[in-house]
């Protein structure tokens, strides 16, 4: 999981089910608890591989959280009848939201210092979601959003999980009201409508159907968009309510559990039950990793992990777990845990950004101690003074007015940058269009490199925040969740004929820009286009690195649009394009030739209707790594800088192979709009080739339209 962990917290004060404390006392296991799970979360962030499934510390906190909640609200309707929801979200705010703030606001800071110009907008976005508490939303839509998956972890990535927590905090006491009101209406006849006789089960009942269908849809959602599923509040609440159900078990059994935690039995398993919980949540931080599916059902071994500590009540013996966290430094890290947890993901994030170089062994001590010390002081100096201080008032407005004005001056603040940048990239957009027939700017330059010197040198600072922008935000794609979309580019009358352009999003990056070419010439183009599917196979075992549902949607999809291709009558041409190094690579030479020979077979039914097939090559390899903000790094002025060597950038591959299997099919080698004989290019005559890390810019795909239109035009005429 490349997803951050969660750790907002509850209150620790909770009674226990053992004989009544003050409410003002905490069982320190919670504290030893928190502090596992945030050094399982910190470590995981800091050497993914050496704690694989550290992620886990997200489902701990689920649970601990509500455990606590539940518990609190649960005395309350017993003590009073009633729920002050107001009062709730008032003490929920003092605890929250000051050190989020806090550090939000920091980190905003941070971000306009150190985040690049190519993802800036992007992450000043993500920190105005975090501001006003969806964040989550905006991250599950990101990962099954394919323009988004290659993007670096965001700066607040570790927000999402409290932006689950606060919506559940909002959902929580409503959703216990609702239940309490509806069953006391439908038992109003009925004596004896009290806590002990009606509540507790109907609650009960309640949660355990919410446990439920929120677990199934755990699992449901993991299998068909994981990505999606990670940062859903409805996929996680059943953690939540498995802490609630164990709040209200231990208040119904609280008598009985009061008599068995005194036999001998009951003081052993209070003993054991700890450790055996803490050793689970443990041996799940080293064993799962980023293929484990989850959260699914497998988040059920931590959760259980976390119910088994929280469940007893033990005794403050020589190294029982409660012992153990109440010694200082545990006990400390439990305290500060929230703060250390908001600390340092941003750290994690800045210090490649500042010091150039990624976190190793020494760098992340000192982070990791950085990010202690940080939340220590933040603890101290903003969490305490806000939970405590009088100065909220006892009607509560205070606090929501506090919810409410924070985030509208940050997103003041923040929507203040992003109108500035995208001033300058509608201007340098403009500027592009202008350009595109100058001698020497975009692909020209390469074309005729003799008459363009350097066409290849980066003289001025690139704006990159443009660069990372220029792709069509509308083109026309089947999206990872959609089944079906096709769209028309060119002249719709088609004089000339009909072409289909087939592929993925690379295909995708290129037809806009050839929109106005294809009317000038009289040629209609329909468009079949999927994210990270090139229509090349239609058996899912052929879709080398997608999960199931992935090779299942795309297969069907494909084999869609060759059942088109063959028998639509109005289409005179086909031409495939595609990310082709990306969906097949094996050691296998026989599994690779059955690739080729079904491609090449799916080719020749398409070319046996009458239909004349070419293959445009793809654009090089850019080397995996995000070309504007490589660029946005460079020292001037940098010759060919961000670029690959042509051996590295142009391979051969299967999809090659099934052209040379089909020599009737005209294949379309564009590398010289790329590479020079000994380099392949990321900046040609003023342009910036790559809108990221392997998809082509719009501004440059518009300036090789007329060189590779006429190209195309030549290679499939009177063929």
């Known amino acids: 999981m490349s997803a951050s962990a969660a750790l907002p917290e509850a209150d620790e004060a909770v009674a226990s089910p053992a004989p009544p404390r003050r409410r003002n006392d905490f069982r320190a296991e919670i504290q030893g608890l928190r502090a596992l799970s945030v050094t399982l979360v910190v470590v995981y962030h800091l050497w993914p591989k050496l704690l694989p499934g550290g992620y886990i510390g997200v489902d701990v906190f689920f649970v601990v959280s509500g455990f606590l909640i539940s518990r609190h609200l649960f005395q309350e309707l017993r003590d009073t009848g009633r729920i002050g929801v107001r009062a709730f979200w008032a003490r929920r705010i003092r605890r929250l939201l000051p050190a989020s703030f806090f550090v939000l606001a920091a980190t905003l800071g941070a971000a306009l210092i150190w985040i690049p110009l190519s993802s800036r907008v992007h992450e000043l976005t993500n920190i105005g979601a975090t501001a006003v508490y969806v964040v989550n939303w905006v991250f599950g839509h990101d990962a099954v959003d394919y323009l988004s998956q290659d993007n670096a972890p965001s700066i607040v990535q570790q927000y999402w999980s409290l932006a689950v927590e606060e919506q559940l905090y909002v959902i929580w006491p409503l959703l216990l009201l609702a239940i309490v009101f509806a069953a006391r209406a439908i038992l109003r006849r009925r004596r004896g409508s009290s806590w002990k006789s009606t509540d507790r089960y109907v609650i009960g009942a309640a949660l355990v ?13 993991t299998a068909s968009a994981p990505g999606a599923a990670y940062f859903s509040t409805f996929v996680r609440a059943w953690e939540f309510a498995a802490g609630g159900l164990l709040a209200l078990a231990t208040m119904v059994f609280a008598e009985r559990s009061v008599v068995w935690m005194n036999s001998r039995a009951g003081r052993a398993a209070t003993e054991i039950a700890p450790w055996f919980g803490a050793g689970i949540i443990a041996v799940c931080a080293f064993a799962f990793n980023g293929n484990t599916p989850f959260p699914s059902a497998t988040a059920l071994v931590p959760v259980i992990g976390a119910l088994l500590v929280l469940a007893v009540d033990p005794q403050g013996r020589p190294m029982s777990f409660r012992t153990v966290s109440n010694v200082w430094p545990i006990r400390g890290v439990g305290k500060w845990s929230y703060s250390i947890y908001l600390w340092h993901w941003p ?9 150039g170089v990624a976190i190793g062994l020494r760098a992340g001590l000192l982070v990791g101690a950085v990010a202690l010390v940080l939340g220590a002081l933040t603890s101290r100096f903003v969490e305490d003074p806000a939970r405590f201080t009088k100065l909220w008032g006892a009607r509560h407005w205070r606090e929501f007015a506090f919810a409410a004005l924070v985030p509208l001056i940050l997103i003041g603040l923040i929507a203040t940058q992003i109108t500035a940048i995208n001033r300058s990239v509608a201007a340098e957009g403009e500027a592009a269009i202008s350009q595109l027939q100058q001698p020497c700017f975009g692909v020209n330059a390469i074309l005729d490199e003799a008459n363009c010197p350097d066409a290849f040198t980066v003289t001025q600072p690139v704006n990159v925040a443009y660069a990372s ?6 083109w026309c794609l089947t999206q990872l969740s959609d089944t079906w979309r096709s769209c028309t580019y060119g002249d719709p009358a088609g004089p000339n004929g009909t072409i289909a352009l087939v592929g993925d999003s690379h295909a995708a990056a290129l037809a806009p820009a050839f929109d106005q070419y294809y009317k000038d010439h009289g040629w209609r183009v329909i468009s079949y286009f999927r994210f990270g599917c090139p229509a090349l196979t239609t058996v899912p075992s052929h879709m080398v690195g997608k999960d199931p549902a992935e090779q299942v949607a795309c297969t069907t999809w494909s084999a869609r649009v060759l059942d088109e291709l063959r028998t ?22 026989t599994q690779a030739a059955a690739y080729s020979a079904e491609i090449a077979a799916n080719w020749k039914s398409v070319e046996d209707t009458g239909k004349k097939l070419a293959f445009v090559q793809d654009v090089p390899f850019a080397g995996g790594g995000n070309v504007p903000a490589c660029l946005s790094s460079i020292a001037l002025p940098a010759l060919a800088p961000c670029s690959q060597p042509r051996t590295l950038a142009l391979i051969d591959d299967q999809v090659l192979e099934a052209v040379r299997l089909m020599p009737s099919v005209a294949f379309i080698d564009t590398s010289r709009f790329y590479c020079t004989l000994e380099t392949c290019l990321s900046w040609v005559g003023g342009v910036v080739v790559y809108a990221d890390n392997n998809h082509l810019s719009g501004t440059y795909a518009r300036s090789i339209a007329p060189q590779l239109g006429d190209q195309l035009l030549a290679a499939v005429a009177g063929g």
Do not use: G
């Not at 269908?213 to 959602?221: D, E, H």
């Not at 994690?348 to 010091?355: E, M, N």
């Not at 639509?568 to 030479?589: E, G, K, L």
């Open 209 to 221: 159907l919410v446990f439920i269908a929120s677990l199934i849809t755990s699992v449901s959602l």
């Open 347 to 355: 750290l994690v994030v800045l210090f490649p950004l500042i010091f």
């Open 469 to 474: 922008a220029d792709l069509d935000p509308n």
């Open 568 to 589: 639509r009558t109005d289409i005179d041409v086909v031409v495939y394009t595609d990310y082709s190094r990306a969906y097949f690579a094996t050691d296998d030479p």
